[in-house]
Nanobody, 116 residues
């Protein structure tokens, strides 16, 4: 079991930036991948970005070139830098950890609201 605590959400104008943080309770050595997902009202939760322990990354097409996922292994933290935000990026953002053994763990979510 990995506890995840997200922070950094908020209200921003279109074109602005935010950085989300996700602190894990355990070392990344026991984790295969960390990711950010989001869920907008009335929509399914979707993958935004993911980074594996080998450093490979996956991004949703809608955020490529605007969002960057990066880890800080010393702090057991993963960040999501979000630039050029659009109103359609408005959602609750969830951090997820896929441990080497066990099921995916989720954070509590942080709201991101982008005003036009």
């Amino acid at each position: 079991q990995v506890q995840l605590v997200e922070s950094g959400g908020g209200l921003v104008q279109a074109g602005g930036s935010l950085r989300l943080s996700c602190a894990a309770s355990r070392s990344f050595f026991i984790i295969n991948a960390m990711g950010w997902h989001r869920q907008a009202p009335g929509k399914q939760r979707e993958l935004v970005a993911q980074i594996s322990t080998d450093g490979s990354t996956i991004y949703a097409d809608s955020v490529k070139g605007r969002f960057t996922i990066s880890p800080d292994y010393a702090k057991n933290t993963v960040y999501l830098q979000m630039n050029s935000l659009k109103p359609e990026d408005t959602a609750v953002y969830y951090c997820a950890a896929d441990p080497r053994v066990g099921v995916r763990n989720w954070g509590q979510g942080t709201q991101v609201t982008v005003s036009s």
